[in-house]
């Protein structure tokens, strides 16, 4: 499976190549005014960073069966997502927030014109958030500060 990167007119340096956005799409409607941009193929290591990252942000726990594919973490996420939307909608907009997601995308996956359920459209956006994350701290990892005596808080 290949990332893409897509970037939607109105966000901003939609021309200059930042603003960038990892997302798939179910339909080639949705396409319309979306510019894409391959950047490669997922690897296994990819789906791992990425499971580590929502396993974290959403306090979710691996079963007896362990996660193997994309599909199960989506289906993993969206039973979660299903949960918080029940019961602490609060907290799941704190961490949409938190992850960067886009608004417009949240309400669109929230409003009736989707046509996944509001769960599964969530699960969506925040998987593909969590790739460009953890895609973005693969290939651009910071060096270890060294020479820092003397700055103790």
């Known amino acids: 499976m290949a990332l893409i990167l897509v970037g939607f007119p109105e966000d ?3 021309e200059d190549n930042r603003g960038w956005s ?3 799409f179910p339909n ?3 396409l319309q005014g979306v510019k894409i941009k391959m950047i490669g193929m997922a690897t296994p290591e990819d789906l791992q960073g990425t499971k580590e990252l929502i396993l974290r ?3 979710l726990q691996e079963g007896d069966e362990p996660i193997a594919t994309e599909e199960d973490l ?3 996420l969206a039973d979660q997502i299903a949960g918080m939307i029940e019961y602490n909608l609060e907290v ?4 949409l927030y938190r992850l960067d997601v886009q608004e417009a995308k949240v309400n669109y996956a929230l409003s009736p014109h989707c ?3 509001a769960n599964v459209a969530l699960a969506r956006l925040v998987l593909e958030r969590q790739k460009q994350r953890a895609y973005t ?3 651009f990892q910071q060096p270890d500060l060294e020479d820092l005596d003397g700055l103790e808080l």
């Open 12 to 14: 901003k340096g939609f």
């Open 22 to 24: 990892l997302a798939s």
């Open 28 to 30: 080639r409607a949705t």
């Open 57 to 59: 942000d959403f306090e």
């Open 74 to 76: 989506l289906r993993l």
């Open 92 to 95: 799941l907009l704190s961490n």
């Open 115 to 117: 046509p996944e359920p």
């Open 137 to 139: 701290k693969k290939h």
